[in-house]
């Protein structure tokens, strides 16, 4: 267990609404980070975060933000949710990632239907 | 760029059997490897792991290869059972830098009773 909460674990929106996905984490872990998975793309980065508001973008980080207001929390925003963001999102940590050794560990994810 | 790949989508096995999974990777300044068990509806479970140093990691009826000569990776399980029926990603990591490690897309592993 390496101390890792998503919420919700299951939602369904309405395409233009708005969304939160919260990443909580108990190790004090500085690197979280937000991955979508899709069948045929596997773990794709969206956003991650290097420390209290520091964050940085991923490879598909179009319609997505993300704040990191204090070490334990890191939130996925979708401004406006559209049907392509249906997914299934996961937060990741791992605690210095500049060294080898230092694997990354993942959430139960959060599944999100936009309708 | 980098890329991180499995031979196969879909490997199928009879309890009892050994199971390889395989994993091409294409930068050589890679010095880390992961391998991750997902099963169905829960997210990815670290396995176990390789630094670049080494060629061979053994586990808990795990065995990991790395052969750097040719860029591949590979995890054995030893006496597979049902209860590793799952998807098995492979990731690396470039060495310095931002941890972003790349991951594969998976091989699903059944294992037949």
């Known amino acids: 267990d390496a101390g890792i909460t998503q919420s919700p674990r299951h939602k369904v929106t309405e395409t233009g609404t708005p969304v939160t996905l919260r990443c909580h984490q108990t190790?004090?872990?500085?690197?979280m980070y937000w991955y979508r998975q899709d069948p045929g793309h596997g773990l794709r980065l969206i956003h991650y975060s290097y420390g209290v508001k520091d964050t940085d973008k991923g490879e598909v980080s179009d319609g997505y933000s993300v704040s990191r207001s204090k070490t334990e929390d890191f939130l996925l925003t979708l401004e406006s949710a559209t049907s392509s963001q249906t997914s299934v999102y996961f937060c990741a940590i791992t605690f210095l990632p500049g060294d080898s050794g230092n694997t990354i560990y993942f959430g139960e994810g959060s599944w999100l239907t936009v309708v | 760029g980098e890329s991180v790949g499995l031979h196969l989508p879909t490997l199928s096995v009879q309890e009892g059997d050994n199971s390889i999974i395989n994993c091409a990777y294409s930068n050589s300044a890679s010095d880390y490897f992961i391998w991750y068990k997902q099963e169905s509806g829960k997210g990815p479970q670290f396995i176990i792991d390789i630094r670049s140093n080494m060629d061979k990691r053994q586990g808990q009826r795990v065995t990991v290869l790395l052969n750097k000569t040719v860029k591949h990776l590979s995890l054995q399980i030893a006496a597979t059972q049902p209860g590793d029926s799952a998807v098995y990603f492979c990731?690396?990591?470039?060495?310095?830098?931002?941890?972003?490690?790349?991951f594969g897309r998976g091989t699903s592993l059944i294992v037949h009773p």
């Open positions: 990731a690396e990591k470039l060495s310095g830098g931002s941890y972003i490690p790349t």
């Open positions: 190790e004090n872990h500085r690197y």
